[in-house]
Each structure stands twice: as structure tokens, then as C-alpha cells.
């Protein structure tokens, strides 16, 4: 299993509160994501990462903002969060060779 | 822009029964193609995966998928279900660019798979 760490796995927190998840990666892998499952729209991409200090925005990147400092970290922060930002956050990295992304065991957060 | 259109958000099969679970794909590049398995509070796992070469594409599990460029389509069977297989299915294309673009994947909505026995 790739080396993929996300954390905290729960959170549950109120609304207007800053949230911050961690993914911690042992592959070295350039490239890592964030993205977010909701029932009915799958998996979709909040934001990612091609190198130290440099991400993009995904399809769903409003409300959240990304920083990689280390090659190994990419947080996620909600800065103020909202009850539309309830979901499964799940952090995925790839090596691109071929594309395919690795994942984590996902974070769960609840805002009231 | 990609996207993946997967046909039938349940999919209910008896244990034995062949599955098939139908993806279709727009992509402006040629497309690399992922199928991923989600079972209950986990992350998603690999399947299988078509870059190039051979259309048809052995994963595990005893699953299989055929990417057909002219029906832009890269469907997943099963020739006999196992209980072990309800779960849900997700299938994918690379971004922008061959080889997998580093913006990440494109998912289907999925296709939550009901065995029953």
C-alpha cells in the first residue's frame, strides 16, 4: 500500500471555524491532491499539487486553500467552514508515469 | 475537458451472474482509463488501468474492462460474481495531456454494485 496518511480521519466542528486536514505522504511523490466524495457527484477535485509551493485549482476549489511546504505535506484549509463543506476529503498522490492516483483512507468532517 | 459518464448508479446482479458495469468517456486527448473499487469506510483502490497497447485489460479480482475508442467507452465485467464484490465502482480518465495529465483524475459518479445471494 502506497504511503498515504491523512489526518484527522473525524472531525466535527461548527460552522464558521477553521478546519485544517494533513496528508502525509513516505513515497516521495511529486504530485498530491485533494478531492471530495458526496453522494452523487463521485469524486471531485478541490485543489492539487505539482511540486513544493506550487498547486492549482481543481473543479471544486471555492472556500479551500492548499499549501505544500514539504515535499511529504499538502493541507487542505477551510478557512471558515460551512455546512456545504460536509463530505468525505479524501488526499491522493501520483508518480505519473501512468496516471493513476494513489489514496488515502479519507477524512471524515462534519459541520454543524 | 474530460468527463465520465457511468450508466446506473445501482447495479443489482445475483451471486454467479456476470457483471457489467458501463463507463463512457469524452476526452480531447487520447485517454488513459482507470477503473477503482471503494468498499465501506476505505479509500479507493485500483482495479485496472488501459494506457496503450492491448484493448482489453486484466485486473484483479477477476475483473476485466475494453477500452473502445469508437464507442468511447471502457466497460467493466466480472464473468461471476462474488458476494465479495458489492462495493462501489468508480471509473476515471487521466487530465489534460497523454501519459496522465498532473491535473489528476476525472471521476464518474460511480456505480454502487449490489450482489445478491
Known amino acids: 500500500d502506497a504511503g498515504i496518511t491523512q489526518s484527522p480521519r473525524h472531525k466535527v466542528t461548527e460552522t464558521g471555524t477553521p478546519v485544517t486536514l494533513r496528508c502525509h505522504q513516505t513515497?516521495?511523490?511529486?504530485?498530491m491532491y485533494w478531492y471530495r466524495q458526496d453522494p452523487g457527484h463521485g469524486l471531485r477535485l478541490i485543489h492539487y499539487?505539482?511540486?513544493?509551493?506550487?498547486?492549482d485549482k481543481g473543479e471544486v476549489s471555492d472556500g479551500y486553500s492548499v499549501s505544500r511546504s514539504k515535499t511529504e505535506d499538502f493541507l487542505l484549509t477551510l478557512e471558515s467552514a460551512t455546512s456545504s463543506q460536509t463530505s468525505v476529503y479524501f488526499c491522493?498522490?501520483?508518480?505519473?508515469?501512468?496516471?493513476?492516483?494513489?489514496f488515502g483512507e479519507g477524512s471524515r468532517l462534519t459541520v454543524l | 475537458a474530460q468527463s465520465v459518464t457511468q450508466l446506473g448508479s445501482h447495479v443489482s446482479v445475483s451471486e454467479g451472474a456476470l457483471v457489467l458495469l458501463r463507463c463512457n468517456y469524452s476526452?480531447?486527448?487520447?485517454?488513459?482509463l482507470f477503473w477503482y473499487v471503494q468498499y465501506p469506510n476505505q479509500g479507493l483502490q485500483l482495479l485496472l488501468k488501459?494506457?496503450?497497447?492491448?484493448?482489453l485489460v486484466k485486473g484483479i479480482n477477476g475483473f476485466e474492462a475494453e477500452f473502445k475508442k469508437s464507442e468511447t467507452s471502457f466497460h467493466l465485467t466480472k464473468p461471476s460474481a462474488h458476494m465479495s464484490d458489492a462495493a462501489e465502482y468508480f471509473c476515471?480518465?487521466?487530465?489534460?495531456?497523454?501519459?496522465?495529465?498532473?491535473?489528476?483524475?476525472?471521476f464518474g459518479k460511480g456505480t454502487h454494485l449490489i450482489i445478491q445471494p
Open positions: 491522493a498522490i501520483s508518480g505519473l508515469n501512468t496516471g493513476e492516483l494513489f
Open positions: 488501459y494506457t496503450t497497447g492491448a484493448t
Open positions: 476515471a480518465v487521466s487530465g489534460t495531456g497523454s501519459g496522465g495529465g498532473a491535473d489528476g483524475l476525472t
Open positions: 513515497e516521495n511523490h511529486r504530485y
Open positions: 476526452s480531447s486527448v487520447p485517454p488513459y
Open positions: 499539487s505539482y511540486g513544493v509551493k506550487d498547486t
